[in-house]
């Protein structure tokens, strides 16, 4: 160990006079530390909540569509569907038939979307069947509706979609297209009646109340789309690497197929997420920032009570090099203690977020994520690993630049005024 640091640690640790100086380097570790923590845990929870809201979203929709730019949509789609599984990354590809139409039941109606899909193969592909709360994937091909004889094809509804509508599992509802038919009797609208087969629960409100599911067939026919499909839904090994699947997937389809991956087509809500972070980032770091003034005032305020040491070991020899890296460390050594503190305080926080939560909870008897507003039964958390080290070494960085003034100063310091009045 250089002497400097001896010096540099001594003049940290000595209590024997100017308990305040000590008292203020305390607060500037505890500063540290407390930025550092509520860093840490703060970027953990948001990536917890961008993770979970984004799980969601592709527990209902596909990692990659294939759209076409003909108007009628795609024919031949078990030949894209066979040409797609080629590609590497690719789990499973089924075709799909995504519409507008309106729903009634009694005196009410809803705007839903409906998404025709093949019972058979929309298990690989989504977790619809997995969120299903009543009924099963596969009387999406129809029964007998009520005590009648009559064969009614089956659709599937969000659950806040059934509260509105006030159907349940059973009833006959009317779906009614945006297209009309051409009768003897004029026109006509295309309506058909279907039989609620089941509910599912995704956990997200745009998709439990304005989202349908249909058989594929089912859909062709009531919006005149026979032998034809809107597009063909595509899921990937590994979601990170949709975007590279996606472009290889483009390259074998060629013009005019379109591919889009997961993230182009929620593009705006992950970009709002991640520039969210960006900021709860920069706005916690003026908390290491307020720790480091105090590291500035302690430096200035210890510089001032050491100007003749300061001016002894200058005549022993002592470099302005030397003095500056005395005061320096000093400044070195609070960030890397407040920064560790911070550390094992927010990698110990995050894990327990929930029971520490719920202790608040009990104690104030206050609901601080009621389930039925934000839809979750825990707060998700997720530690970064490359998140807390960028801000390990921010915080390091910050301490070490702090205290480089202080220290320039105290190595600018003439010895005779140091000794003048001793």
């Known amino acids: 160990m250089g002497y400097e640091l001896r010096v540099s640690w001594r003049y940290l640790c000595s209590r024997k006079s100017h308990k305040f100086i000590s008292l203020i380097t305390f607060i500037s570790v505890g500063g540290v530390a407390l930025g550092v923590m509520a860093l840490i845990v703060v970027i953990a929870v948001m990536s917890g909540f961008s993770k979970n809201l984004r799980d969601k979203i592709l527990g209902t929709n596909s990692h990659i569509v294939v759209t076409s730019f003909e108007r009628e949509g795609i024919a031949k789609y078990e030949k894209i569907v066979s040409t797609v599984k080629e590609v590497e990354q690719v789990k499973a590809a089924a075709p799909f038939i995504l519409k507008q139409v309106m729903l009634t039941y009694g005196q009410r109606t809803s705007g839903v979307v409906v998404r025709g899909v093949d019972p058979k193969r929309e298990g690989d592909i989504s977790d619809l069947e ?27 509804l969000g659950v806040e979609l059934s509260r509105s509508l006030g159907a349940s599992v059973g009833d006959v509802i009317g779906m009614l297209a945006p297209s009309v038919r051409m009768t003897p009797l004029g026109v006509i609208p295309n309506i058909k009646m ?47 690497l949709a975007w ?69 070991l200058k005549s022993m020899g002592a470099t302005g090099g030397s003095i500056m890296k005395i005061f320096s460390m000093q400044g070195l050594i609070i960030g890397l203690v407040g920064t560790g503190l911070g550390v094992v305080a927010g990698f110990t926080i995050v894990p327990n977020l929930n029971e520490i939560v719920g202790f608040i909870e009990s104690v104030f008897r206050i609901q601080a994520f009621p389930s039925d507003v934000y839809y979750l039964d825990r707060l998700p958390s997720e530690i970064q690993y490359f998140d807390s080290f960028l801000i390990i070494v921010f915080s390091i960085l910050i301490c070490f630049a702090a205290s480089l003034y202080p220290a320039w100063r105290a190595a600018r310091l003439d010895p005779a005024d140091g000794l003048r009045y001793e």
């Open 130 to 156: 997995k969120n299903m709360v009543q009924g099963k994937l596969e009387d999406l091909a129809g029964s007998t509706a009520g005590k009648s004889s009559i064969h009614r094809q089956g659709i599937i």
């Open 244 to 312: 590279k699947t996606a472009e290889a997937i483009q390259e074998k389809l060629e013009f005019p197929y379109i591919t889009r991956d997961w993230m182009q087509m929620n593009k705006n809500l992950f970009s709002a997420l991640k520039l969210e972070k960006i900021t709860m980032f920069i706005i916690l770091i003026l908390i290491i920032l307020v720790a480091a003034f105090n590291i500035i005032s302690t430096l200035f305020m210890v510089v001032m009570e050491k100007s003749k040491d300061i001016a002894i």
């Open 194 to 240: 279907v039989q609620v087969v089941g509910l599912f629960e995704s956990g997200m409100y745009e998709y439990d109340a304005n989202l349908a599911f249909v058989s594929i067939e089912s859909a062709q026919k009531l919006f005149n789309m026979k032998g034809t499909v809107t597009g063909v839904e595509i899921k990937v090994e590994d979601i990170d």
